[in-house]
T-cell receptor, first 109, second 116 residues
Framework: GEDVEQSLFLSVREGDSSVINCTYTDSSSTYLYWYKQEPGAGLQLLTYIFSNMDMKQDQRLTVLLNKKDKHLSLRIADTQTGDSAIYFCAQGGGYALNFGKGTSLLVTP | ETGVTQTPRHLVMGMTNKKSLKCEQHLGHNAMYWYKQSAKKPLELMFVYSLEERVENNSVPSRFSPECPNSSHLFLHLHTLQPEDSALYLC???????????????FGQGTRLTVV
């Protein structure tokens, strides 16, 4: 089965908040990451959270981690059209990162 | 130039060809990675080099052959590929995770490979 699961698609209106969810299976993951991929581009690291934390905020981004439920979320406040992209959740600890299939975020005016 | 640079950006090759993908990082990192991104599948880690030694090889067919001549350069040599190998090949670099285990990987823009 898949190690990291994400919903495939999310649509929000400009100015609203977006919440992208992720579940993972490896409870020994030390770090959890969020990456953004724009069309024709590679993956850009947005933020990460250490597994002993439950929240991390970085400007418009808020990461919430529920370690008991192995649930990670990324909240983007005041979503802009430039935030339209694919967002990948990844779990890791060491060399290997396990990625989800990505959530396509569409921001409409 | 900064970051992680991959060349070529696009490559079309026949099944009998031999080609190489190149990756260069200007971030002072000492670990480099090859990932494969196929449609509707999660990113697949192919190879990892740390301090120019291969540390991961995830059951990748031998028609893919990596080379890491120094900590700034990584190659992926391709020969006798199959159409199902068509994908976006992403290179990444990071500091060696070490005991902290934090893999802050920075990615290149990828090479879009089409095998015909």
């Amino acid at each position: 089965g898949e190690d990291v699961e994400q919903s495939l698609f999310l649509s929000v209106r400009e100015g609203d908040s977006s919440v992208i969810n992720c579940t993972y299976t490896d409870s020994s993951s030390t770090y959890l990451y969020w990456y953004k991929q724009e069309p024709g581009a590679g993956l850009q690291l947005l933020t990460y959270i250490f597994s002993n934390m439950d929240m991390k905020q970085d400007q418009r981004l808020t990461v919430l981690l529920n370690k008991k439920d192995k649930h990670l979320s990324l909240r983007i406040a005041d979503t802009q059209t430039g935030d339209s992209a694919i967002y990948f959740c990844a779990q890791g600890g060491g060399y290997a990162l396990n990625f989800g299939k990505g959530t396509s975020l569409l921001v409409t005016p | 130039e900064t970051g992680v640079t991959q060349t070529p950006r696009h490559l079309v090759m026949g099944m009998t060809n031999k080609k190489s993908l190149k990756c260069e990082q200007h971030l002072g990192h000492n670990a480099m990675y090859w990932y494969k991104q196929s449609a509707k599948k999660p990113l697949e880690l192919m190879f990892v080099y740390s301090l120019e030694e291969r540390v991961e090889n995830n059951s990748v067919p031998s028609r893919f052959s990596p080379e890491c001549p120094n900590s700034s350069h990584l190659f992926l040599h391709l020969h006798t590929l199959q159409p199902e190998d068509s994908a976006l090949y992403l290179c990444a670099s990071s500091q060696d995770p070490g005991t902290d285990l934090n893999t802050e990987a920075f990615f290149g823009q990828g090479t879009r490979l089409t095998v015909v």
